[in-house]
């Protein structure tokens, strides 16, 4: 190990030093979701824009996640950007075993057959282009074929092992 001035003790790579770098990284939290023969989805920090020609957005999906299955075989996903106002959502997307899509999830099925929840800030339905190995998950590369920004309000975000807001 080495020390830099100013700087703690640097330490090896491993599943805990990454986990713990992006603790201090604020990201925008996204809820992902597909349709087959039921509705699946999961929260997601890691969405990125990739390109605004052709229009590709990327997410990355674990593959030992219960929606995986799904989004592998999925020809378009639903991306969903949630508010400030949607810890509840962003939670019940993340927990395992939860009924993402019970009576406390307003959603639709939206084009292309593709859940689209209710009182996000924007929403995409993109058709899925890659699915990239990395690690134990999956880099999905898709691009946006119709969506709304217009929901109203200021984004949630993910920093610190918690849903937060963003402050003035």
């Given at each position: 190990?080495?020390a830099?001035?100013?700087?703690?003790?640097?330490?090896?790579?491993?599943?805990?030093?990454?986990?713990?770098?992006?603790?201090?990284?604020?990201?925008?939290?996204?809820?992902i979701?597909?349709?087959?023969?039921?509705?699946?989805?999961?929260?997601?920090?890691?969405?990125?824009?990739v390109?605004?020609?052709?229009?590709?957005?990327?997410?990355?999906?674990?593959?030992?996640s219960?929606?995986?299955?799904?989004?592998?075989?999925?020809?378009?996903?639903?991306?969903?950007?949630?508010g400030e106002?949607?810890?509840?959502?962003?939670?019940?997307?993340?927990?395992?075993?939860?009924?993402?899509?019970g009576?406390?999830?307003?959603?639709?099925?939206?084009?292309?057959?593709?859940?689209?929840?209710?009182?996000?800030?924007a929403?995409?339905?993109?058709r899925?282009?890659?699915?990239?190995?990395?690690?134990?998950?999956?880099?999905?590369?898709?691009?946006?074929?119709?969506?709304?920004?217009?929901?109203?309000g200021?984004?949630?975000?993910?920093?610190?092992?918690?849903?937060?807001?963003?402050?003035?």
């Amino acid at each position: 190990m080495t020390a830099s001035p100013g700087l703690g003790t640097s330490r090896t790579a491993s599943p805990e030093l990454l986990r713990s770098v992006f603790r201090q990284h604020a990201a925008g939290v996204a809820v992902i979701t597909a349709a087959g023969d039921r509705p699946v989805g999961f929260t997601a920090t890691s969405l990125n824009s990739v390109a605004a020609e052709p229009p590709l957005i990327s997410f990355g999906v674990g593959t030992s996640s219960s929606s995986w299955p799904v989004v592998a075989e999925a020809e378009h996903v639903g991306i969903h950007i949630l508010g400030e106002h949607q810890q509840e959502l962003a939670a019940t997307f993340a927990r395992s075993g939860a009924d993402r899509f019970g009576p406390s999830t307003c959603w639709r099925s939206g084009p292309e057959g593709v859940p689209v929840l209710d009182g996000v800030l924007a929403w995409l339905v993109c058709r899925v282009v890659a699915r990239i190995p990395a690690g134990d998950h999956r880099i999905v590369i898709a691009e946006a074929v119709v969506g709304d920004p217009a929901g109203g309000g200021r984004p949630l975000l993910y920093h610190q092992g918690r849903f937060t807001a963003l402050r003035d």
